[in-house]
């Protein structure tokens, strides 16, 4: 088996670098809680009628009424004038009205709060309940109150539409190219029109070139199984036996491929170009066979990377990988436009 | 039949995937064991073939699936009929994948042993069993019976997991002597 393809250049990335790469950025799939607005909650705070006492007063409220989950919150802020007093975070609005604190701690709370010097009459507010996660989220937050902000480099590399560079768009256009191509031959072999291509992005080594096989009578032989299978095949495993007329199925044995650095563990390092968005089913057949990233095409009504599930990045699992969706996506596209 | 004597049938079924479950624990593999029962009758069986495979796809559920094809090939009678009338035994909980894989196969009922905290698919995890939001490309959802014989299960798993996993690569297990 060769895997000696010429690499098509694309011309649109010689034009004009920039604007090209920023098109053909393939979407990252995050988990929900990256996109979600913030989630706000009613606290009581106060104004510090006295400044001076402000060491004070916070050393006294950080004792009986420690901000607990709510840590990302800076407990002072200043009023629009800068002169203007300050305002301080007293304690959460459903800590008193919680019935089991009701008798014992509210009742001391407010004695306690009532007893401090230099605090203003308290009212409720309502502040970010979360942590900010991404730079769009924090820049919401502090709309409300001042919070703390720890940003996650790749989280917002990925977010930038600029994670890829030039170089890397070139190998994932390439790469969806032949998924697209496999799914071509499946069609052309009364398949379903979804083809998957599993690569190893450090030896630039394409390990398996597979195409659903639904058609042939086993429902559960989708194209991710099937080049999950052909990656075992490389590394002298193997379940499934593919007839002589499914020649384009294609595997390179460990012999052929360059040496890594450790050892082959299933897909372990690996990545996923397919066509078309993976199932439930095949999503976490990824999870169980360790596959680093996954690129797909186009979305579908039951896909679990990012359409009806996450599955890459469902709490409780104990691998994660990453999704970019939309590779390529007017042509895989056109491969389900039919539907 | 009373409820006690359904329970009965299910336990004693469960004893049949108990024995495939050491079966595997003894081949150095998770230790899962399933069967598939139709007309009263054990037509498939299964055990975790994920190392001898490097396949992490070949769970004892998926093996089951595939004999059960094999047999009906061989007898020449429709696979979907047998499917849609059988019960799949295992002694943990299907994971997300092998429920959808279930979904897809059209089997009916699923009975299980003990939960399966890291992958489940009938409710540990996610509930893909009953997810009545998934089209119907994606099959159709089955009843899950949990907890028949479940401390069974876990004790085997308890045994296998003390053990090393002799197929995980070197950097994420102790160095080999």
């Not at chain 1, 510090?48 to 001076?52: F, G, N, P, Y």
């Given at each position: 088996m060769s895997y000696r393809k010429k690499m098509k250049t694309c011309s649109l990335y010689q034009n004009d670098e920039k604007i090209d790469a920023c098109e053909y950025q393939p979407e990252p799939v995050l988990a929900d809680e990256y996109l979600e607005p913030v989630h706000l909650v009613d606290v009581y705070v106060a104004i510090?009628?006295?400044?001076?006492k402000t060491s004070k007063i916070v050393k006294k409220l950080n004792e009986i009424a420690p901000l607990g989950y709510l840590q990302h919150l800076k407990r002072i802020r200043t009023t629009n004038d800068p002169a203007g007093p300050l305002q301080i975070v007293l304690y959460e609005k459903s800590f008193a009205t919680d019935i089991s604190n009701w008798d014992s701690q509210k009742c001391q709370i407010e004695e306690v709060i009532s007893t401090i010097d230099g605090l203003g009459k308290k009212y409720l507010t309502k502040v970010p309940s979360t942590p900010p996660l991404t730079r769009h989220q924090y820049n919401e937050a502090i709309q409300y109150w001042p919070v703390n902000f720890h940003e996650d480099k790749m989280i917002t590399s990925l977010l930038?539409?600029?994670?890829?560079?030039n170089k890397e768009l070139q190998d994932i256009e390439m790469y969806m190219k032949l998924a697209i191509q496999l799914a071509q031959v499946a069609k052309r072999k009364k398949q379903l029109p979804i083809g998957a291509v599993i690569v190893d992005p450090v030896t630039k080594t394409i390990i398996c070139e597979a195409y659903d096989l639904?058609?042939?009578?086993?429902?559960?032989?989708?194209a991710v199984m099937v080049a999950i299978d052909l990656v075992a095949h490389s590394q002298g495993g193997g379940m499934w036996i593919y007839e002589d007329s499914h020649s384009e199925l294609k595997y390179a044995s460990l012999q052929e491929q360059p040496k890594s650095g450790t050892g082959v563990y299933l897909c372990t390092g690996y990545d996923l170009y397919t066509t078309q968005e993976p199932c439930v089913m095949c999503s976490m057949a990824l999870v169980h066979s360790r596959i680093s990233r996954v690129f797909y095409g186009s979305s579908q009504?039951?896909?679990?990377?990012?359409?009806?599930?996450k599955i890459h990045c469902q709490p409780g699992l104990n691998h994660h990988y990453k999704v970019f969706r939309h590779c390529l996506q007017q042509h895989t596209d056109q491969l389900y436009s039919e539907r | 039949m009373s409820e006690v004597d359904v329970n009965k049938i299910h336990v004693d079924w469960m004893y049949k995937a108990l024995e495939l479950a050491e079966k595997s624990l003894n081949a150095q593999e998770v230790p899962v064991g399933c069967i598939i029962v139709y007309n009263d009758q054990i037509i498939a069986d299964g055990g975790n073939e994920v190392n001898e495979t490097k396949n992490a796809t070949r769970h004892a559920e998926i093996i089951a699936i595939e004999k059960v094809r094999d047999m009906c090939q061989k007898q020449n009678i429709a696979e979907k009929d047998v499917f849609a009338n059988a019960t799949l035994y295992v002694t943990v909980e299907p994971c997300i994948m092998c429920a959808a894989a279930l979904k897809i196969m059209g089997v009916p009922l699923v009975v299980y042993g003990c939960a399966n905290e890291r992958f489940g698919g009938c409710g540990s995890i996610l509930n893909i069993a009953s997810d009545k939001s998934l089209s119907q490309d994606s099959g159709s959802c089955f009843d899950a019976i949990g907890n028949v014989l479940a401390d069974k299960a876990v004790d085997l798993l308890k045994t296998f997991y003390k053990g090393e996993n002799v197929n995980a690569p070197d950097n994420k297990r102790k160095k080999k002597s």
């Open positions: 510090i009628t006295d400044k001076k930038s539409g600029k994670y890829f560079e639904q058609n042939s009578g086993y429902p559960l032989q989708h009504k039951d896909g679990a990377l990012g359409s009806k599930f | -």
